[in-house]
């Protein structure tokens, strides 16, 4: 953690959160490695294979938001723990299944079908794990580093989508059905995490309701509530007992607009990038199962060279971080779009997750940022359900229209990218 932000959180403890995050992160990464090879495996149609994921991203999009008042109520760490459990039983029925499927214990259309119905535990349930942590990292730094706090925990994504890929070929068994091996093996890492969070994060579940002037976060010299001389800048207006913070807000809606349409064009790249290596390269599918790996890897290694190395040095607004990501985004579609090799597919995708490496954070502190620190679980819920919404029909629309040509979806992306910077650059407060 050299290096990392000022954050008034024990660093076991931030390891902790790093992990939550990193372990959903490259486990899920590791299965998109690996279901292309695998639909192709089962002659399954690429539009259903992304379309398997959808049902779990509209749980996402309804429980997110949720959970994070859940986690506002009963503490962090209970949200944590579910978030963790649904995970680790999404990640092992899955893998169960797709093993019975390849070894033709069942048809390919029932293995789908239930392999669909797995998902939506991680979306049900997984959905409790993202705000809960975000809220936790909010609640406990000051403004002028939370945006540099939260993109370190947001680049434990980045990490876990270069480890996901990475490991995912090492876990695919000798065997036949070994494609489902990297699932399984995510499963009992999604355990050991569970352990570290029961074991080493305190219990900050609520042990009785407020009673009278209703309790601030702590401050960051440690004082709360009344016990505080002096409520912070951004908490003057402390919501009501029981008002929400809605998605119309004024101060959170531009923001949220950035974060559904700049998402659902993401969703769109992530969800054809491998079927775009499997028809250009033309090699066998255990070969094609390689070259998927290093154009992810790639991706992940400049998303995190965004969040650990330019984002800490640039020290800018979250709004240039979102225009300088759309412009990167939009150029690194329209190389991968038209490469042919794989050298070729690599970089383009590389600077496209650079673009979005800068994006998706500057999304996120900005809406961060445009609320007090009371409501900071509110909207890490809304976060959380902007960036589960973008995966509802963003990837299976991406593959439909890459069926009719293949570069569509990356020149798509890029043209919304382009209107995204300028509205970004007309709509959103420095």
């Not at 049902?55 to 949720?66: R, T």
């Not at 980045?158 to 059905?177: D, K, N, S, W, Y």
Request: some cysteine; hydrophobic content about 55%; proline content about 7%.
């Amino acid at each position: 953690m050299a290096g990392s932000p000022t954050v008034q959180i024990r660093r076991d403890r931030f390891a902790v959160l790093f992990l939550v995050m990193l372990t959903a992160a490259a486990g899920n990464t590791a299965m998109q490695s690996v279901m292309p090879t695998i639909g192709r495996a089962l002659d399954i149609p690429d539009f259903w294979v992304s379309l398997a994921y959808t049902w779990s991203a509209l749980l996402w999009v309804l429980l997110a938001p949720y959970w994070a008042r859940q986690s506002d109520r009963r503490g962090r760490k209970p949200l944590m723990l579910l978030g963790t459990w649904g995970f680790i039983a999404s990640m092992a029925i899955c893998g169960a299944i797709l093993w019975a499927g390849l070894i033709g214990w069942l048809l390919p259309v029932t293995t789908f079908i239930i392999f669909a119905l797995a998902r939506s535990l991680y979306g049900g349930f997984g959905s409790a794990a993202p705000p809960a942590v975000q809220a936790y990292v909010a609640a406990r730094t000051d403004r002028e580093n939370r945006t540099a706090a939260l993109s370190v925990i947001a680049s434990s994504f980045g990490l876990g989508t270069i480890l996901g890929p990475a490991l995912a070929p090492a876990f695919v068994f000798p065997m036949e059905g070994g494609l489902a091996g990297p699932l399984l093996v995510f499963a009992l890492l999604g355990c050991v995490v569970w352990l570290a969070v029961a074991l080493l994060l305190p219990n900050d579940t609520p042990q009785h309701e407020a009673r009278g002037t209703i309790s601030s976060e702590p401050s960051i010299g440690g004082l709360s509530g009344a016990g505080a001389p002096a409520q912070d800048p951004e908490d003057q207006a402390l919501p009501l007992p029981g008002e929400r913070l809605r998605w119309r807000d004024p101060r959170v809606l531009p923001w949220l607009i950035v974060g559904v349409i700049g998402g659902h064009g993401h969703a769109a790249i992530l969800g054809v990038i491998g079927f775009l290596v499997i028809d250009r390269l033309s090699v066998p599918l255990a070969e094609a199962q390689q070259a998927i790996g290093i154009v992810l890897m790639a991706g992940a290694g400049a998303t995190l060279l965004a969040q650990w190395g330019l984002i800490p040095q640039m020290k800018v607004p979250p709004k240039r971080l979102i225009i300088w990501g759309f412009i990167l985004g939009a150029v690194g579609c329209v190389l991968t779009g038209f490469a042919t090799t794989l050298h070729a597919m690599t970089l383009g995708f590389a600077i496209t997750s650079l673009g979005m490496g800068l994006f998706r954070p500057g999304f996120t502190s900005g809406a961060s940022l445009a609320v007090s620190r009371a409501e900071q679980g509110q909207v890490a819920g809304m976060v959380a359900s902007v960036n589960g919404m973008a995966f509802i029909a963003a990837p299976a629309l991406g593959v439909l229209i890459y069926g009719a040509w293949m570069p569509l979806p990356f020149l798509v992306s890029a043209a919304l990218f382009g209107l995204l910077t300028i509205w970004a650059a007309v709509k959103l407060e420095n």
